[in-house]
């Protein structure tokens, strides 16, 4: 009989909180995971793409259920009147009472949190991008996000491998944006993002960069310094007295 390795409760427990909140973080804004970061930025993109493909789906539902009961109501309403009317003059009715439909505030919030949804799953699957949910994006910038003490910064350090083409850029900070739609510019050369790999602290975020193919369609763009070539801070420079 084979034995089984005893599963960590606290492990466990931890490992769900940390699904939760990257799922959580699907749906803030870009400024609220710079803050709060996630435990993996592949997984809230993973997050995304199934929130909202199921925003979609159950919003697309409580649609067809709200048509049904909102059609009925009228039905019963009108019933009698139009019992007796023409074709045509039905048909006309039944336009006018799905443009009703349309329009009503319900039926407004849910085919908005349908397109919502799908607008998700799209920005996911299709460009890795973490689109997030209009309520949400509201809420943080009307009432804002208490921001954690900034933490003091650390350059990037920067290297060119040894095959002479590629980059390796380890960063305190994650750069949300780098991934592969962006092409880097640095120093008037254009690279992309071959792999993000997880370093040593405290520049936990590594990015191996290569030469960007020619021909490449340039959806996102974004020029970097290299922390050689930035100028100081006004902070570290001093007036001779």
Same mark, same amino acid.
């Given at each position: 009989?084979?034995?089984?390795?005893?599963?960590? /409760?606290?492990?466990?427990?931890?490992?769900?909180?940390?699904?939760?909140? +990257?799922?959580?973080? %699907?749906?803030? *804004?870009?400024?609220?995971?710079?803050?709060? =970061?996630?435990?993996?930025?592949? =997984?809230?993109? +993973?997050?995304?793409?199934?929130?909202?493909?199921?925003?979609?789906?159950?919003?697309?539902?409580?649609?067809?259920?709200?048509?049904? %009961?909102?059609?009925?109501?009228?039905?019963? #309403?009108?019933?009698?009147?139009? %019992? &007796?009317?023409?074709?045509?003059? #039905?048909?006309?009715?039944?336009?006018?009472?799905?443009? +009703?439909?349309?329009?009503?505030?319900?039926?407004?919030?849910?085919? !908005?949190?349908?397109?919502?949804?799908?607008?998700?799953?799209? %920005?996911?699957?299709?460009?890795?991008?973490?689109?997030?949910?209009?309520?949400?994006?509201?809420?943080?910038?009307?009432?804002? &996000?208490? =921001?954690?003490? *900034?933490?003091? #910064?650390?350059?990037?350090?920067?290297?060119?491998?040894?095959?002479?083409?590629?980059?390796?850029?380890?960063?305190?900070?994650?750069?949300?944006?780098?991934?592969?739609?962006?092409?880097?510019?640095?120093?008037?050369?254009? !690279?992309?993002?071959?792999?993000?790999?997880?370093?040593?602290?405290?520049?936990? &975020?590594?990015?191996?960069? =290569? /030469?960007?193919?020619?021909?490449?369609?340039?959806?996102? !763009?974004?020029? !970097?310094?290299?922390?050689?070539? #930035?100028?100081?801070?006004?902070?570290?420079?001093?007036?001779?007295?």
């Amino acid at each position: 009989m084979k034995a089984t390795m005893p599963v960590n /409760p606290s492990s466990f427990s931890g490992e769900v909180l940390s699904l939760l909140r +990257d799922v959580l973080l %699907s749906f803030c *804004p870009a400024e609220v995971r710079r803050t709060r =970061r996630p435990a993996s930025t592949a =997984r809230v993109v +993973d997050a995304t793409i199934v929130t909202g493909i199921l925003q979609a789906l159950i919003f697309a539902v409580l649609i067809v259920v709200h048509f049904k %009961s909102f059609m009925l109501l009228r039905s019963q #309403q009108l019933g009698k009147v139009m %019992s &007796h009317a023409a074709p045509e003059v #039905q048909a006309g009715a039944n336009i006018i009472l799905t443009l +009703d439909f349309l329009i009503n505030p319900v039926s407004m919030l849910l085919i !908005y949190f349908t397109l919502e949804g799908f607008l998700r799953f799209l %920005s996911g699957l299709f460009f890795a991008e973490v689109l997030p949910s209009g309520p949400a994006f509201l809420v943080f910038k009307l009432f804002g &996000h208490r =921001r954690p003490a *900034p933490a003091p #910064q650390i350059a990037d350090t920067f290297e060119m491998l040894l095959d002479g083409d590629r980059l390796r850029i380890a960063s305190a900070q994650p750069k949300t944006t780098w991934n592969s739609t962006i092409t880097i510019d640095i120093g008037g050369q254009w !690279y992309e993002v071959e792999n993000a790999e997880n370093g040593m602290p405290p520049r936990e &975020h590594v990015y191996i960069l =290569r /030469p960007a193919p020619m021909g490449k369609i340039l959806r996102k !763009y974004e020029e !970097y310094i290299p922390p050689d070539l #930035q100028p100081p801070s006004n902070e570290n420079t001093r007036t001779p007295t």
